[in-house]
């Protein structure tokens, strides 16, 4: 069973940056490509980022892209979000998730674990 735990969320003003972290339980971290995802109120589930198994492929949402960088370390079985310019609309509820595969994916069915998310509100 895997578990993701996310942190590194909070209150902050338009302009600002947060970095969140989420922390990966199991053995094949390094085997799987890991996303963010967001959840706005009222709105569907939206894709932000995504990272290869190496951390050689990375993939943005237009809306994020240019702003926010995901990365990731193979040898402490995390991944990382780190979000600069943020701006009001970025304010929601950010899940880490684990792909089914090795490879960059946008779509929420393409991933398996999730983990409980982390509250983001961006004060404009």
């Known amino acids: 069973q895997v578990q993701l735990v996310e942190s590194g969320g909070g209150l902050v003003q338009a302009g600002g940056s947060l970095r969140l972290s989420c922390a990966a339980s199991?053995?094949?971290?390094?085997?799987?490509?890991m996303g963010w995802f967001r959840q706005a109120p009222g709105k569907e589930r939206e894709f932000v980022a995504s990272i290869n198994w190496s951390g050689a492929a990375k993939y943005y949402a237009d809306s994020v892209k240019g702003r926010f960088t995901i990365s990731r370390n193979n040898a402490e079985n995390s991944v990382y979000l780190q979000m600069n310019s943020l701006k009001a609309e970025d304010t929601a509820v950010y899940y880490c998730a684990r792909s089914r595969g090795r490879l960059t994916r946008s779509d929420a069915f393409e991933y398996d674990y999730w983990g409980q998310g982390t509250q983001v509100t961006v004060s404009s």
């Open positions: 199991g053995r094949t971290f390094s085997s799987y490509a």
